[in-house]
Nanobody, 129 residues
Framework: QVQLVESGGGLVQAGGSLKLSCAAS????????MGWFRQAPGKEREFVAT????????YYADSVKGRFTISRDNAKNTVYLQMNSLKPEDTAVYYC??????????????????????WGQGTQVTVSS
């Protein structure tokens, strides 16, 4: 049974930092590209960042580029999202997702929800102004 468990969310003031973790089990982690998405209240879930199976490639939404960093540790089956210079508009539930790396996808596979095979339950991030 595949499980993705996010942690590290919480309440932080604007300008602060948080580091999210997503621990994976039940899958061959190093064969999966890993992504972070978020959903703010009343809004659709949106892409945040993705890292390929070997860490060679990363992708970011324009809204977080330069502030967030995605990374992974295949030895620990964990993907991270370091979030700096947080803004109130970053407030959302953050989800990690896994996509089998060898499955062909469209040009924008990394930012497309239905391209991902497994999802975590999410962790709340709240940024106060």
């Amino acid at each position: 049974q595949v499980q993705l468990v996010e942690s590290g969310g919480g309440l932080v003031q604007a300008g602060g930092s948080l580091k999210l973790s997503c621990a994976a089990s039940g899958l061959s982690f190093s064969s999966y590209n890993m992504g972070w998405f978020r959903q703010a209240p009343g809004k659709e879930r949106e892409f945040v960042a993705t890292i390929t199976w070997n860490g060679a490639m990363t992708y970011y939404a324009d809204s977080v580029k330069g502030r967030f960093t995605i990374s992974r540790d295949n030895a620990k089956n964990t993907v991270y999202l370091q979030m700096n210079s947080l803004k109130p508009e970053d407030t959302a539930v953050y989800y990690c997702a896994a996509r089998f790396s060898l499955r062909p996808g469209g040009a924008n596979w990394f930012r497309t929800e239905y391209e991902y095979d497994y999802w975590g339950q999410g962790t709340q991030v709240t940024v106060s102004s």
